[in-house]
């Protein structure tokens, strides 16, 4: 599915504007393991979601990736954000789900404030994760709480222009209802 423009962002910035603004200090984080499967689906990008892959689509989860910041020589081309999605529904039942939106334009704002800013507190608060994707396609997962900037990060991502977004089925919730023979 392709979706285009800037209003689109939105619903990842209203879903930020609850977390707590950057404290001036620089962060002491790790730098991220740089992968080739930005995934929404990760281990790691589900827990801080509150979700957890389903048995049935375990088989094809990557790998969990080690957050951190972007190494200093990654130039990211696009961002990769992951957030709670809709329910989705087929023949097995009723899914919840995760939206992955890919973003593009320039990242240099979102990139500054992750890797210059203490992270935000979230507290209880459910937040997007983000990757960072180079044009090669390498990615780097950055840390769960790199989103809690508030409305910083909210601006920064609605300043991207949306390239699509795709929502994964994640956790069975309701299976449909067995009819007798």
């Known amino acids: 599915m392709r979706a285009?423009?800037?209003?689109a962002a939105v619903a990842v910035a209203l879903a930020l504007?609850?977390?707590?603004?950057?404290a001036p200090a620089a962060p002491d984080a790790a730098t991220a393991?740089?992968?080739t499967d930005a995934s929404c689906l990760d281990a790691g990008v589900l827990e801080a979601l509150g979700l957890e892959l389903d048995a049935s689509r375990a088989a094809d989860a990557p790998a969990p990736a080690a957050r951190g910041l972007p190494p200093a020589d990654f130039v990211a081309d696009?961002?990769?954000?992951?957030?709670?999605g809709e329910t989705l529904r087929d023949s097995a039942g009723r899914w919840w789900a995760v939206t992955a939106t890919r973003l593009e334009g320039d990242l240099d704002p979102l990139v500054d404030l992750v890797t210059r800013a203490a992270p935000g507190e979230c507290g209880t608060a459910v937040v997007p994760q983000v990757w960072l994707v180079d044009a090669m396609g390498a990615a780097v997962l950055l840390p769960a709480d790199a989103a809690c900037e508030g409305a910083a990060t909210a601006e920064a991502l609605d300043?991207?222009?949306?390239?699509?977004r795709t929502e994964h089925p994640v956790a069975l919730a309701q299976p449909v209802a067995a009819s007798a023979p």
């Open 159 to 164: 300043a991207l222009d949306v390239l699509d």
């Open 17 to 22: 504007g609850g977390c707590a603004g950057p």
């Open 33 to 35: 393991e740089v992968r």
């Open 4 to 7: 285009a423009g800037r209003g």
């Open 78 to 84: 696009t961002a990769l954000v992951c957030d709670r």
